[in-house]
Every structure is written in C-alpha cells, then in structure tokens.
C-alpha cells in the first residue's frame, strides 16, 4: 500500500509541476513575449507557485523513496550499471539541472526583470519546461522497461 501511494503521489505531483509549466511555456509565455509585458508571467507564477513548488516538494521526496525501495544502495545511483541505476541517475541530473535553473532565475533573472530582460527568462522557462517533460519521459521508461 504505501509503495503505490508514493508512485501515486509522485506522478500527481509531476502532472502538475509539467502541465503548469506546459501552460506557461505554450500559452502565458507567448502571450508575455507579444506584449512585451513581464506583469503577464509573473501573475501565472505567483499563482502556479503555491501548488507548483509543493508538487516539486512531494515528487523530490517521493522520488527519492522510490528510489531507495528500488535500489538501497544510494551509492550505486550514479553507476549507470543497469537499467534501474540509469534511470534514477538520469531523474537526479535532471533534477540538478531544474534546481541550478530556478536558483539563477530567482536569484538573478527574476528580481532585474523587464520587458528587455523576458527573453532571457523565457530561455529558462522553456528549458525548465523540456526538463520536466524530459523527467516524465525518464519516469514512463523506468516503469514500462527503460529507455534504453
């Protein structure tokens, strides 16, 4: 039971932290850019961020048991000796790429932003974007025999 309710929990969190950055890449984003009005993202994200970032929470610590369960040696994470290992290496780098990601938009893009300074944002919002679909991809594979 309460492996499926993490498995549960985990694909519910990234069917809202991808479709939410799906909305944004594919419907706010272009919207903000014809305009040239950065006003037009951040009133999506203050409002995607209070179920967006705890969706990111539940499938990090989610993720993380589910990779214990599966392979208890957190050690062989990164070998990328097996299918199993490869994948769960594959979601962390991911994961490290979105965290580095949303660190420089917040520390740095997000507090100067501008209509001059949007496209810069609009590269890490649609880099953020492929990541997360990138995560569910690596997720489908480990669950229906791999990607490899």
Do not use: N
């Given at each position: 039971m309460t492996y499926r309710l993490f498995v549960f929990l985990h694909v519910l969190a990234a069917t809202i932290w991808t479709g939410g950055h799906l909305v944004l890449a594919l419907t706010v984003l272009p919207?903000?850019?014809?305009?040239r009005d950065p006003r037009i993202v951040q009133d999506f994200e203050s409002g995607f961020e209070r179920l967006g970032i705890p969706s990111l929470l539940v499938?990090?610590?989610?993720?993380?048991?589910l990779a214990w369960r599966m392979a208890p040696s957190v050690a062989s994470w990164f070998s990328f000796d097996n299918n199993l290992t490869a994948h769960i290496g594959i979601k962390l780098l991911l994961l490290l790429a979105?965290?580095?990601?949303?660190?420089?938009a917040r520390l740095r893009l997000i507090p100067r932003l501008t209509a001059a300074t949007l496209p810069a944002l609009a590269a890490h919002i649609v880099a953020v974007t492929v990541l997360s679909?990138?995560?569910?991809?690596?997720?489908?594979?480990?669950?229906t025999g791999g990607l490899f």
């Open positions: 919207r903000a850019l014809r305009a499938q990090v610590a989610s993720g993380l048991w979105t965290i580095l990601l949303a660190l420089h679909v990138l995560f569910v991809l690596v997720g489908v594979g480990l669950r």
